[in-house]
């Protein structure tokens, strides 16, 4: 109620630094603890306990400032990033759009951040604290050998990582995308698997949800051939469904309520296509409980949510949680894990 009436104010600022101003204000807040195993909502996922399913998707905390501040708000993890190994200012501004009246975001921002060994040692200060925090690893833009770029990430996170999640699905990076080809997918996942080592943390792959079967048969096999933890499913889109807003014709990755549509297509996809033999977590255009209840039952384990968190306000997270308990016992589930690809079965 308290987001609905400073909503308009936060409008009248650039998306950008809106979006710094509520890093600076979360900073300055007391830290409350993370949730509470959920019983209905607790699942085992990739080696690791969740409390719950609802997660905040890379993008927002993207140099780790604030990751146990966003446990408080009752997000079961958060992973923060991209980060790629030297920092980088990122594409010129502006490169945040609000789509208001379609409820989306549009970005190119370029994985701006502060670089690796920043966060880690921001990460390492306060790994005392409870609380999953997943890291997303990128590449610098200007590298002239990405895939060391993921190997050198990996092996620069991984002890303060609870999982790591390899982006290369992100659309403002030009030629990220070409590392979801067979061949440079293989090499890719070879490389950093060397990097984690026997002991590290799960890894995860991040793609996008503009692929063709074929590309999504690929990274399926590749992914099971790699033993990969899991999959995330999906990043932004550079598809434009009819939008009503005056930044539609803004380049970069299209998120929020216009996604939602395609990012379910796409996981249910990929269910398909590994048998449900690796793990799945959705992310894109979740606003509701009703649609992490649809990504879960299209057979995501775990949900991301983002965007959504600029139209919503912070309590998204725990109003999804509450929404889900209703529909989970509605349906007569004993825990979200039963309700996992219900739909595909």
Same mark, same amino acid.
């Given at each position: 109620?308290l987001?609905?009436l400073l909503?308009?104010?936060?409008?009248?600022?650039?998306?950008?630094?809106?979006?710094r @101003?509520?890093?600076?204000?979360?900073?300055?807040?007391?830290v409350?603890a993370?949730?509470?195993?959920?019983?209905?909502?607790?699942?085992?996922?990739?080696?690791?306990?969740?409390?719950?399913?609802?997660?905040?998707?890379?993008?927002?905390?993207? #140099?780790?400032?604030?990751?146990?501040?966003?446990?408080g @708000?009752?997000?079961?993890?958060?992973?923060l990033? &991209?980060?790629?190994? /030297?920092?980088?200012?990122?594409?010129?501004k502006?490169?945040l759009? =609000?789509?208001?009246?379609?409820?989306?975001?549009i970005?190119?921002?370029?994985?701006?951040?502060?670089?690796?060994?920043?966060?880690? !040692?921001?990460?390492?200060?306060?790994?005392h604290?409870?609380?999953?925090?997943?890291?997303?690893?990128?590449?610098?833009?200007?590298?002239?050998?990405r895939?060391?770029?993921?190997?050198?990430?990996?092996?620069?996170?991984? !002890?303060?990582?609870?999982?790591?999640a390899?982006?290369?699905?992100?659309?403002? &990076?030009?030629?990220?995308?070409? @590392?979801?080809?067979?061949?440079?997918?293989?090499?890719?996942?070879?490389a950093?698997?060397?990097a984690?080592g026997?002991?590290?943390?799960?890894?995860?792959?991040k793609? %996008?949800?503009?692929?063709?079967?074929?590309?999504?048969? #690929?990274?399926? =096999?590749?992914?099971? #051939?790699?033993?990969?933890?899991?999959?995330?499913?999906?990043?932004?889109?550079?598809?434009?469904p009819? /939008?009503?807003?005056?930044h539609?014709?803004?380049?970069?990755?299209l998120?929020? *309520?216009?996604?939602?549509d395609?990012?379910?297509?796409?996981? %249910?996809?990929? =269910?398909?296509?590994?048998?449900? &033999?690796?793990?799945?977590?959705? &992310?894109?255009?979740?606003?509701?409980?009703?649609?992490?209840?649809?990504?879960?039952?299209?057979?995501?384990?775990?949900?991301?949510?983002?965007?959504?968190?600029?139209?919503?306000?912070?309590?998204?997270?725990?109003?999804?949680?509450?929404?889900?308990?209703?529909? /989970?016992?509605?349906?007569?589930? *004993?825990?979200?894990?039963?309700?996992?690809?219900?739909d595909?079965?």
């Amino acid at each position: 109620m308290l987001y609905s009436l400073l909503r308009p104010l936060v409008f009248t600022l650039d998306a950008e630094r809106a979006h710094r @101003l509520s890093i600076a204000a979360l900073k300055l807040l007391p830290v409350a603890a993370p949730p509470a195993p959920d019983p209905l909502l607790s699942t085992r996922f990739a080696g690791i306990t969740f409390p719950n399913p609802v997660g905040l998707a890379a993008g927002y905390d993207k #140099d780790g400032e604030v990751p146990h501040a966003m446990l408080g @708000l009752g997000f079961g993890f958060t992973e923060l990033g &991209t980060l790629t190994p /030297l920092p980088q200012a990122g594409n010129p501004k502006p490169r945040l759009f =609000r789509l208001v009246e379609d409820e989306a975001v549009i970005n190119r921002m370029g994985f701006n951040n502060g670089g690796q060994e920043a966060a880690r !040692e921001r990460l390492k200060r306060v790994a005392h604290r409870p609380g999953i925090v997943g890291v997303n690893i990128g590449a610098n833009k200007d590298s002239t050998d990405r895939i060391a770029d993921y190997a050198k990430g990996v092996a620069a996170m991984k !002890e303060v990582a609870t999982y790591l999640a390899i982006n290369i699905s992100s659309p403002n &990076t030009p030629g990220l995308r070409a @590392l979801q080809d067979a061949g440079a997918l293989e090499a890719l996942l070879d490389a950093v698997t060397a990097a984690r080592g026997s002991d590290g943390p799960p890894i995860f792959l991040k793609v %996008a949800p503009d692929l063709e079967p074929a590309d999504i048969d #690929d990274i399926a =096999r590749i992914a099971a #051939d790699k033993a990969l933890d899991a999959l995330i499913v999906s990043n932004t889109t550079i598809t434009r469904p009819a /939008l009503a807003s005056r930044h539609a014709g803004e380049t970069g990755g299209l998120s929020g *309520a216009p996604l939602r549509d395609l990012a379910q297509q796409r996981l %249910a996809d990929f =269910r398909k296509a590994t048998g449900g &033999t690796i793990p799945l977590i959705g &992310t894109g255009g979740i606003a509701t409980a009703e649609d992490a209840y649809a990504r879960i039952r299209a057979g995501a384990s775990l949900i991301q949510i983002y965007s959504a968190m600029v139209y919503e306000g912070p309590g998204l997270a725990r109003r999804i949680s509450k929404g889900l308990k209703a529909l /989970l016992r509605r349906d007569g589930f *004993a825990n979200v894990a039963d309700a996992v690809g219900t739909d595909t079965r």
